[in-house]
């Protein structure tokens, strides 16, 4: 944790925790050098369904081209704070009223899921013009990925083989705009596999708008660029990447490409802040209960990792008994639900975790506090802070809400 951070947390009494802690000056740096890596003909869209906190919203709205959302309250969301920031509407399930808000809000770039959507859109009332992608699910081999949305069987997107009938439910539109095509086929790739994907995803997509005479302008390829939650140091390749895309492009002079990243964009710059309550040994095994658990932070239950974290010793004791220590000895770190899943991580060696110090789960940026089910037990929400270059440490929200 950088020193700011750490100044923050110390300055916290028990009740602030457990907390999420932003790191603005972080994320900025990080955004910053994904942009300067890329090539200028690559447009950066933000998933804002990694994270939406109005703060990283804000941040990053100086850095990207645009934000991709995938629901109607997500729209609404970001065109609110950002009113000036294009916007990209993708994701399934888009409704009539999504649809009619997307168009009266002017969305930039709609990604079209299904010849059903399209033809919704057809009905919507308004003048138009509709700038649309639509979304492919190529039949591709992906090997072992983190999450396939595409290359099989999948609710996302359109065989290519359905893509005719769409050409044809355009043509018949004049207010809908083909622009191009859209793939998020898998999430968790890292520079040389996304460049690999990449790479086929535009020899396809030439190929087809060949043979239907289509003026491809551009190909989203979505995100999924990789976060190793096992080591929180391996960042994705952005340089390796920008210097792919650069060597691609030259192949394809007349399109643009964007990319659309959510997890690796603000993964790194949110921790999960929280405190020992206890430590208990069962058959041997160290177990450490800590504040809060997975009903704030789900990622690592939902992905099956070890959620990576620093300890923050607190000396203060003030009980008339010993204080319950695991020492040198690998423990499991759960929370307060009352369920075996509530686990975020598992056991890991530590040197020393005593009850009452603080643990800081790093990595907690992205699908984390809005992917969590906290209602569930009914505990404390945690508070949330962010830390800005201006004002080294920034009041966090005592009342527990998102603000
Ligand atoms: C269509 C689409 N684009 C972009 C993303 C962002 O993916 P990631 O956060 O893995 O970069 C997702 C994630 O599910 C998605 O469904």
Redesign the pocket.
Same mark, same amino acid.
């Given at each position: 944790m950088r020193p700011a951070l750490l100044d923050l947390v110390g300055r916290m009494t028990d009740d602030d925790l457990p907390a999420y802690v932003h790191d603005l000056p972080g994320l900025r740096a990080h955004v910053h050098a994904i942009r300067a890596a890329l090539p200028e003909r690559v447009e950066l869209l933000y @998933?804002t369904? @990694?994270n939406s906190d109005p703060r990283i919203l804000r941040t990053l709205a100086g850095h990207v081209d645009g934000f $991709?959302v @995938?629901s109607g309250g997500e729209l609404s969301h970001v065109r609110g704070l950002t009113p000036d920031q294009p916007i990209s509407f *993708? *994701?399934p399930g888009k409704t009539e009223a999504e649809l009619t808000f997307a168009l009266h809000a002017g969305v930039e770039r709609l /990604?079209v899921e299904s010849e059903q959507e399209l033809r919704l859109v057809t009905t919507v009332p308004g003048d138009g013009p509709v700038n649309v992608l639509l979304r492919v699910n190529l039949p591709v081999d992906l090997g072992q990925v983190a999450?396939a &949305?595409g290359g099989h069987p999948s609710p996302?997107g359109m065989d290519p083989a359905q893509l005719d009938r769409c050409l044809e439910v355009i043509a018949a539109d004049p207010r809908i705009r083909l622009r191009g095509l859209h793939f /998020?086929l898998a999430?968790?790739l890292q520079a040389k596999a996304q460049l690999a994907l990449v790479d086929k995803v535009l020899i396809w997509s030439q190929d087809w708008a060949h043979e239907r005479g289509v003026d491809l302008a551009e190909v989203n390829v *979505? *995100?999924? &660029?990789g976060v190793d939650y096992g080591h929180p140091h391996k960042v994705f390749d952005w340089s390796a990447f920008g210097v792919g895309l650069r060597r691609i492009l030259a192949r394809h002079p007349h399109l643009t490409l964007r990319i $659309?990243?959510?997890?690796?964009v603000t993964a790194y710059c949110g921790w999960y802040v929280t405190q020992v309550l206890d430590i208990k040994f069962s058959r041997g095994e160290a177990f450490a209960v800590l504040r809060g658990g997975t009903h704030h932070l789900r990622t690592p239950a939902a992905k099956q990792h070890d959620q990576p974290f620093e300890v923050i010793p607190d000396d203060a004791w003030l009980r008339p008994w010993n204080r319950p220590e695991a020492r040198d000895e690998p423990v499991t770190l759960v929370g307060q639900l009352c369920t075996p899943k509530d686990v975020l991580a598992r056991r890991v060696m530590v040197e020393r975790l005593r009850v009452g110090d603080r643990v800081a789960f790093a990595m907690a940026g992205?699908?984390a506090w809005n992917i969590s089910h906290h209602a569930f037990l009914m505990h404390p929400q945690p508070t949330f802070h962010h830390v800005d270059d201006v004002v080294v440490s920034v009041q966090g929200d005592h009342a527990r809400q998102m603000s």
């Amino acid at each position: 944790m950088r020193p700011a951070l750490l100044d923050l947390v110390g300055r916290m009494t028990d009740d602030d925790l457990p907390a999420y802690v932003h790191d603005l000056p972080g994320l900025r740096a990080h955004v910053h050098a994904i942009r300067a890596a890329l090539p200028e003909r690559v447009e950066l869209l933000y @998933a804002t369904k @990694a994270n939406s906190d109005p703060r990283i919203l804000r941040t990053l709205a100086g850095h990207v081209d645009g934000f $991709e959302v @995938a629901s109607g309250g997500e729209l609404s969301h970001v065109r609110g704070l950002t009113p000036d920031q294009p916007i990209s509407f *993708g *994701g399934p399930g888009k409704t009539e009223a999504e649809l009619t808000f997307a168009l009266h809000a002017g969305v930039e770039r709609l /990604h079209v899921e299904s010849e059903q959507e399209l033809r919704l859109v057809t009905t919507v009332p308004g003048d138009g013009p509709v700038n649309v992608l639509l979304r492919v699910n190529l039949p591709v081999d992906l090997g072992q990925v983190a999450l396939a &949305m595409g290359g099989h069987p999948s609710p996302f997107g359109m065989d290519p083989a359905q893509l005719d009938r769409c050409l044809e439910v355009i043509a018949a539109d004049p207010r809908i705009r083909l622009r191009g095509l859209h793939f /998020h086929l898998a999430s968790g790739l890292q520079a040389k596999a996304q460049l690999a994907l990449v790479d086929k995803v535009l020899i396809w997509s030439q190929d087809w708008a060949h043979e239907r005479g289509v003026d491809l302008a551009e190909v989203n390829v *979505g *995100g999924g &660029m990789g976060v190793d939650y096992g080591h929180p140091h391996k960042v994705f390749d952005w340089s390796a990447f920008g210097v792919g895309l650069r060597r691609i492009l030259a192949r394809h002079p007349h399109l643009t490409l964007r990319i $659309e990243p959510g997890r690796s964009v603000t993964a790194y710059c949110g921790w999960y802040v929280t405190q020992v309550l206890d430590i208990k040994f069962s058959r041997g095994e160290a177990f450490a209960v800590l504040r809060g658990g997975t009903h704030h932070l789900r990622t690592p239950a939902a992905k099956q990792h070890d959620q990576p974290f620093e300890v923050i010793p607190d000396d203060a004791w003030l009980r008339p008994w010993n204080r319950p220590e695991a020492r040198d000895e690998p423990v499991t770190l759960v929370g307060q639900l009352c369920t075996p899943k509530d686990v975020l991580a598992r056991r890991v060696m530590v040197e020393r975790l005593r009850v009452g110090d603080r643990v800081a789960f790093a990595m907690a940026g992205a699908y984390a506090w809005n992917i969590s089910h906290h209602a569930f037990l009914m505990h404390p929400q945690p508070t949330f802070h962010h830390v800005d270059d201006v004002v080294v440490s920034v009041q966090g929200d005592h009342a527990r809400q998102m603000s």
